[in-house]
């Protein structure tokens, strides 16, 4: 290219071939020159950093320039980012529950957010005011602008059709209260709701997809259907995004497809699935996908990994993968898009944005003179030709000059539009530069939560400024107007990550610490990659359920009475669960602190887990121990090497309940005794021998007490008479002082002095036949043994010919975080160990592991229980082994369970008046309310279930337990994270100041 600059010098520049794109059309014989164009390849390939917003980011669009990035996150704001500064522009609380998606407006002025508190709102970006708000009777999970025309929207409710929107201003101005406004609405009609739904580039067409895998093409004009087909898998679709002649299509077969528009349009209604342009898959790890997008010259798609942290890109024309970007591992990818003009893509995996782009290579290369290193002293002369293709001082010819004059003189130095920013369809003329919002002229500024009590105000600016050493002055952020992406460098310009927002990074430990007033008003739901099957969908179906009110009626004629007691003023109708969430029949999601009580371990419908009773059932679902069978025999074997040495022997039962009945007569029977020790406060089942080894009012019923049963001192630190801040085998403590000293607990010797007390009074002089025990007690309000107490006991026990029971229905399989057995903490062997809850991960299984001489005590009669060791529970069992072994839960509950802990403390230490004891280790937590500061007076029942009525409003399930009912019980599935232990505790502590008047 030869190009005429000052002078008579000529530059010659050359580049590398442009890729080829439909809408940059460069008329013949003009240089192809283009403004903000990379060259050769035109996707990202590095890590350009992450915008940690100040709460969960669930979804991202960039407005139509690309200068703006909206995100919508957990707590139901949206966040703005100058993407230039790489700094918040505008803060709009837009909704009360998590934002689902977000659509720009052509000139970038509006922006559409929708959200499953059932509301579509249009928001004013430049003031943050609201326009329009619609309320729905569903979730609305996708929205989007109509491309040309800012008064027409596309929503798509969960459950039914697409419904096309259009705002006719009668009189006044859009957005004042005076004006007359009538909303045009309009459903796209279909025989099954829809699932995705886009506008075709020019919004001529709609395009949807449903769960039965039908895509069909409407005009947006008057409705009509004008193209359909099937997938051929009759796959779910996804999401459908659009390009400038084609549209993919995600289905949940793990298939990308790509059709062209025009073709499917010519086609009309198509029998069966047209052939598409590309297939983009991952066959060898049979990837699902979350969402894809196009580039933004249509050349490359790119797509985020349902289950990983993988991005694809592959190139359109070809279908080749030509980069895989890894994010962070084990984070799961929510949502992906393309900058409008760049080679650039925002993903959000782990609450975070993080920004991926090209590398930058400089491609421009000139003829120069070769310089070479000059001996000092020496005068050369200059040739002037070194400089110059052509010697300005040669005479040309008259053919030559002729030549030259002919050459067509380009400018360079005027900044015309890059064609990347014009509208996508290359026969339509861009939007005009005045029309467009670039950038927000004016910041709201920020109010230091330190000085703040609730979340941040927002009033007039006044900058701020780091102090020079991490440090920070109290003030404001502002953000000068900028003029066509160019800033004044005497402009404060917003930080890339202001201290502020730092501070409620995902999982940050010392954001209660440091910013008590924000966190108590950002109560962030934790992202989740999971999609439950609506339920109204499986009842219309005849699949699965009936309404609330059935059930509710159902359960009142049919139900016993024993079992109509639930939890909540306004009982939960729960139909599926995944990992540590729950979903109600409304589609709201709740944090699972309670998993089942104490019983899924690894997570709501665990694939693993799930797998393994599926292949069992093909191939045998039941037998009784009449016969052999494989599974019984290796789950028994796989159980018994988790156990200490001597404790070989394994019975299998059905629960908790049936497994403590068979410890005490084994023991009996083993020691010819009757007196069989238990602690007041514990739980051990409900069945009559087990009721009678239970100790808690409320769970007994007036019948007659079994013989031979007697109930020792609980020994409660906290309650008790004994115990202090350092009794507890566990990061939190009571507050009070004690007199323990190094290897030596005062507590524990007073409390073994009651049970010898117990023994010498209430027994026999035959001796004992044994003792129970839980490691941590669970019903009763997770009472934890003082340090040493279980190595006292045991020693007592069995010099009395006792033997003794470790009942870990709810501390075994890792929960307790630092053993595998609750026993093990105390340095204990037991010689029966009872288990049953997260022993199955919800199905009914339960086992008591003994020595071999104890089990022989029972063969002197016939003992046969017809489900105990059934084919599926075992094969059950094992997969909760082999996910606890294989996915460090153990070690999760550790690190999780302390982080928990620790921030409980926290809001204990905030609340001393309504928070008497914050106890547990690891995932077996519990929290006591109390009803005076300083005291163990148990919070009024009613009080406390004001509190938990308002964690469950804020999408967190607790349990409760305790004598007085007044401990919040949290024991989640193992599979809970940080970011879910900080939504939990964010959640309490919201709960008990607004129920409980805290100030």
């Given at each position: 290219?030869?190009?005429?600059?000052?002078?008579?010098?000529?530059?010659?520049?050359?580049?590398?071939?442009?890729?080829?794109?439909?809408?940059?059309?460069?008329?013949?014989?003009?240089?192809?020159?283009?403004?903000?164009?990379?060259?050769?390849?035109?996707?990202?390939?590095?890590?350009?950093?992450?915008?940690?917003?100040?709460?969960?980011?669930?979804?991202?669009?960039?407005?139509?320039?690309?200068?703006?990035?909206?995100?919508?996150?957990?707590?139901?704001?949206?966040?703005?980012?100058?993407?230039?500064?790489?700094?918040?522009?505008?803060?709009?609380?837009?909704?009360?529950?998590?934002?689902?998606?977000?659509?720009?407006?052509?000139?970038?002025?509006?922006?559409?957010?929708?959200?499953?508190?059932?509301?579509?709102?249009?928001?004013?970006?430049?003031?943050?005011?609201?326009?329009?708000?619609?309320?729905?009777?569903?979730?609305?999970?996708?929205?989007?602008?109509?491309?040309?025309?800012?008064?027409?929207?596309?929503?798509l409710p969960m459950w039914q059709s697409a419904i096309l929107f259009k705002v006719n201003v009668i009189s006044g101005k859009e957005g004042d209260e005076n004006a007359h406004i009538k909303l045009d609405r309009r459903v796209l009609p279909s025989d099954e709701p829809h699932i995705a739904a886009s506008f075709?580039?020019?919004?001529?067409?709609?395009?949807?997809?449903?769960?039965?895998?039908?895509?069909?093409?409407?005009?947006?004009?008057?409705?009509?259907?004008?193209?359909?087909?099937?997938?051929?898998?009759?796959?779910?679709?996804?999401?459908?995004?659009?390009?400038?002649?084609?549209?993919?299509?995600?289905?949940?077969?793990?298939?990308?497809?790509?059709?062209?528009?025009?073709?499917?349009?010519?086609?009309?209604?198509?029998?069966?699935?047209?052939?598409?342009?590309?297939?983009?898959?991952?066959?060898?790890?049979?990837?699902?996908?979350?969402?894809?997008?196009?580039?933004?010259?249509?050349?490359?798609?790119?797509?985020?990994?349902?289950?990983?942290?993988?991005?694809?890109?592959?190139?359109?024309?070809?279908?080749?993968?030509?980069?895989?970007?890894?994010?962070?591992?084990?984070?799961?990818?929510?949502?992906?898009?393309?900058?409008?003009?760049?080679?650039?893509?925002?993903?959000?995996?782990?609450?975070?944005?993080?920004?991926?782009?090209?590398?930058?290579?400089?491609?421009?290369?000139?003829?120069?003179?070769?310089?070479?290193?000059?001996?000092?002293?020496?005068?050369?002369?200059?040739?002037?030709?070194?400089?110059?293709?052509?010697?300005?001082?040669?005479?040309?010819?008259?053919?030559?000059?002729?030549?030259?004059?002919?050459?067509?003189?380009?400018?360079?130095?005027?900044?015309?539009?890059?064609?990347?920013?014009?509208?996508?369809?290359?026969?339509?003329?861009?939007?005009?530069?005045?029309?467009?919002?670039?950038?927000?002229?004016?910041?709201?500024?920020?109010?230091?939560?330190?000085?703040?009590?609730?979340?941040?105000?927002?009033?007039?600016?006044?900058?701020?400024?780091?102090?020079?050493?991490?440090?920070?002055?109290?003030?404001?952020?502002?953000?000068?107007?900028?003029?066509?992406?160019?800033?004044?460098?005497?402009?404060?310009?917003?930080?890339?990550?202001?201290?502020?927002?730092?501070?409620?990074?995902?999982?940050?430990?010392?954001?209660?610490?440091?910013?008590?007033?924000?966190?108590?008003?950002?109560?962030?739901?934790?992202?989740?990659?999971?999609?439950?099957?609506?339920?109204?969908?499986?009842?219309?179906?005849?699949?699965?359920?009936?309404?609330?009110?059935?059930?509710?009626?159902?359960?009142?004629?049919?139900?016993?009475?024993?079992?109509?007691?639930?939890?909540?003023?306004?009982?939960?109708?729960?139909?599926?669960?995944?990992?540590?969430?729950?979903?109600?029949?409304?589609?709201?999601?709740?944090?699972?602190?309670?998993?089942?009580?104490?019983?899924?371990?690894?997570?709501?419908?665990?694939?693993?887990?799930?797998?393994?009773?599926?292949?069992?059932?093909?191939?045998?679902?039941?037998?009784?121990?009449?016969?052999?069978?494989?599974?019984?025999?290796?789950?028994?074997?796989?159980?018994?090497?988790?156990?200490?040495?001597?404790?070989?022997?394994?019975?299998?039962?059905?629960?908790?309940?049936?497994?403590?009945?068979?410890?005490?007569?084994?023991?009996?029977?083993?020691?010819?005794?009757?007196?069989?020790?238990?602690?007041?406060?514990?739980?051990?089942?409900?069945?009559?021998?087990?009721?009678?080894?239970?100790?808690?009012?409320?769970?007994?019923?007036?019948?007659?007490?079994?013989?031979?049963?007697?109930?020792?001192?609980?020994?409660?630190?906290?309650?008790?008479?004994?115990?202090?801040?350092?009794?507890?085998?566990?990061?939190?403590?009571?507050?009070?002082?004690?007199?323990?000293?190094?290897?030596?607990?005062?507590?524990?010797?007073?409390?073994?002095?009651?049970?010898?007390?117990?023994?010498?009074?209430?027994?026999?002089?035959?001796?004992?036949?044994?003792?129970?025990?839980?490691?941590?007690?669970?019903?009763?309000?997770?009472?934890?043994?003082?340090?040493?107490?279980?190595?006292?006991?045991?020693?007592?026990?069995?010099?009395?010919?006792?033997?003794?029971?470790?009942?870990?229905?709810?501390?075994?399989?890792?929960?307790?975080?630092?053993?595998?057995?609750?026993?093990?903490?105390?340095?204990?062997?037991?010689?029966?160990?009872?288990?049953?809850?997260?022993?199955?991960?919800?199905?009914?299984?339960?086992?008591?592991?003994?020595?071999?001489?104890?089990?022989?005590?029972?063969?002197?009669?016939?003992?046969?229980?017809?489900?105990?060791?059934?084919?599926?529970?075992?094969?059950?069992?094992?997969?909760?082994?082999?996910?606890?072994?294989?996915?460090?839960?153990?070690?999760?509950?550790?690190?999780?369970?302390?982080?928990?802990?620790?921030?409980?403390?926290?809001?204990?230490?905030?609340?001393?008046?309504?928070?008497?004891?914050?106890?547990?280790?690891?995932?077996?937590?519990?929290?006591?309310?109390?009803?005076?500061?300083?005291?163990?007076?148990?919070?009024?029942?009613?009080?406390?279930?004001?509190?938990?009525?308002?964690?469950?409003?804020?999408?967190?399930?607790?349990?409760?337990?305790?004598?007085?009912?007044?401990?919040?019980?949290?024991?989640?599935?193992?599979?809970?994270?940080?970011?879910?232990?900080?939504?939990?505790?964010?959640?309490?502590?919201?709960?008990?100041?607004?129920?409980?008047?805290?100030?």
């Open positions: 290219m030869n190009v005429e600059l000052l002078g008579k010098h000529r530059v010659y520049l050359y580049r590398h071939p442009p890729p080829r794109s439909p809408s940059l059309n460069v008329p013949p014989g003009r240089p192809d020159i283009r403004v903000l164009e990379t060259f050769g390849q035109t996707y990202p390939d590095e890590f350009d950093g992450s915008m940690d917003c100040i709460s969960v980011a669930l979804t991202c669009a960039f407005n139509p320039r690309g200068s703006l990035l909206a995100v919508g996150c957990n707590d139901g704001r949206v966040v703005i980012w100058d993407f230039v500064t790489r700094g918040i522009a505008r803060v709009i609380s837009a909704h009360v529950h998590p934002v689902a998606a977000l659509s720009w407006s052509r000139s970038g002025h509006k922006l559409l957010s929708t959200s499953t508190d059932n509301t579509v709102c249009i928001w004013k970006v430049l003031t943050g005011d609201c326009l329009h708000k619609l309320k729905f009777p569903w979730p609305c999970l996708q929205a989007s602008f109509h491309p040309r025309c800012e008064l027409s929207f596309l929503v075709s580039r020019k919004g001529t067409y709609a395009i949807t997809g449903d769960a039965k895998g039908h895509v069909a093409i409407y005009q947006t004009l008057d409705l009509k259907r004008v193209s359909s087909f099937r997938l051929l898998s009759g796959a779910e679709v996804r999401n459908i995004e659009v390009g400038r002649d084609c549209f993919a299509v995600n289905a949940s077969d793990r298939v990308i497809r790509v059709y062209s528009t025009d073709m499917i349009l010519s086609a009309g209604d198509i029998e069966g699935e047209p052939e598409p342009l590309q297939k983009l898959q991952d066959m060898v790890n049979k990837t699902m996908w979350k969402k894809c997008c196009f580039s933004y010259d249509d050349e490359y798609i790119c797509a985020a990994a349902a289950r990983s942290s993988s991005l694809y890109i592959w190139e359109r024309s070809i279908g080749n993968v030509v980069k895989i970007l890894q994010g962070t591992k084990g984070e799961v990818l929510l949502d992906v898009v393309w900058h409008p003009s760049r080679p650039i893509v925002a993903a959000i995996a782990a609450g975070v944005v993080s920004i991926w782009k090209q590398h930058e290579v400089q491609s421009w290369t000139s003829f120069a003179p070769e310089f070479k290193e000059l001996d000092e002293n020496v005068e050369y002369d200059e040739d002037e030709g070194d400089f110059d293709e052509m010697d300005e001082d040669k005479t040309m010819t008259v053919n030559e000059e002729k030549v030259e004059e002919a050459e067509e003189e380009i400018d360079v130095v005027t900044v015309e539009m890059s064609s990347a920013f014009a509208d996508r369809d290359p026969d339509d003329s861009p939007l005009p530069e005045e029309d467009q919002l670039l950038f927000i002229p004016q910041a709201p500024e920020i109010e230091d939560p330190e000085d703040a009590d609730g979340a941040p105000e927002w009033s007039s600016p006044s900058p701020i400024h780091p102090k020079a050493k991490g440090g920070r002055k109290k003030g404001r952020l502002k953000l000068i107007a900028c003029d066509k992406m160019k800033m004044s460098s005497s402009a404060p310009r917003l930080l890339r990550n202001p201290p502020i927002f730092r501070e409620k990074i995902l999982g940050s430990a010392t954001c209660a610490v440091q910013s008590k007033a924000y966190c108590s008003q950002a109560v962030s739901m934790p992202p989740c990659d999971f999609q439950p099957t609506p339920y109204t969908v499986l009842i219309n179906t005849c699949q699965y359920g009936r309404t609330y009110e059935e059930i509710v009626a159902l359960r009142k004629k049919h139900l016993h009475p024993i079992v109509k007691t639930l939890y909540y003023r306004r009982p939960l109708l729960i139909h599926q669960g995944h990992k540590q969430w729950l979903f109600d029949h409304e589609g709201k999601r709740y944090l699972d602190m309670f998993a089942g009580i104490v019983t899924v371990s690894v997570g709501h419908g665990h694939p693993k887990v799930q797998e393994a009773a599926e292949k069992q059932m093909r191939l045998l679902g039941h037998t009784t121990h009449i016969y052999m069978f494989p599974k019984v025999h290796e789950y028994a074997e796989k159980l018994a090497s988790k156990m200490p040495e001597g404790l070989n022997t394994v019975m299998l039962m059905n629960s908790g309940s049936e497994a403590n009945d068979m410890a005490v007569k084994m023991a009996r029977l083993f020691t010819g005794r009757l007196d069989f020790l238990s602690h007041r406060n514990g739980y051990h089942g409900m069945s009559p021998s087990a009721m009678a080894l239970t100790a808690i009012s409320t769970w007994r019923h007036a019948l007659p007490p079994a013989p031979g049963i007697h109930h020792v001192m609980n020994p409660d630190v906290f309650k008790g008479p004994w115990g202090g801040r350092a009794c507890r085998d566990s990061p939190c403590q009571v507050k009070r002082e004690c007199s323990c000293t190094e290897g030596r607990c005062q507590a524990t010797d007073q409390y073994v002095e009651q049970v010898k007390d117990t023994i010498v009074h209430s027994t026999s002089n035959a001796g004992l036949a044994g003792y129970i025990s839980e490691p941590i007690q669970g019903v009763g309000g997770t009472v934890q043994l003082p340090r040493g107490y279980l190595p006292k006991v045991y020693e007592l026990v069995r010099s009395r010919g006792g033997v003794c029971v470790s009942d870990e229905v709810q501390t075994g399989f890792g929960r307790t975080g630092s053993h595998f057995w609750g026993f093990e903490g105390q340095g204990v062997t037991p010689d029966i160990v009872t288990m049953a809850k997260g022993i199955g991960n919800g199905y009914p299984l339960a086992a008591v592991v003994t020595r071999p001489e104890i089990a022989a005590s029972i063969n002197n009669a016939l003992y046969f229980n017809t489900y105990g060791g059934n084919p599926v529970a075992c094969a059950v069992g094992e997969a909760v082994l082999d996910v606890i072994e294989e996915e460090g839960l153990q070690e999760n509950c550790r690190v999780v369970g302390t982080h928990l802990l620790e921030g409980l403390k926290r809001v204990q230490d905030e609340f001393p008046q309504w928070i008497g004891d914050v106890r547990g280790k690891g995932l077996m937590v519990g929290v006591e309310l109390i009803g005076e500061e300083g005291t163990t007076i148990p919070l009024p029942a009613e009080k406390v279930l004001d509190v938990w009525e308002r964690t469950k409003e804020l999408g967190v399930l607790f349990g409760k337990g305790g004598l007085s009912g007044n401990v919040l019980r949290l024991k989640p599935p193992m599979c809970i994270n940080k970011a879910d232990a900080d939504f939990a505790v964010d959640s309490l502590r919201r709960a008990i100041k607004e129920t409980l008047n805290a100030t």
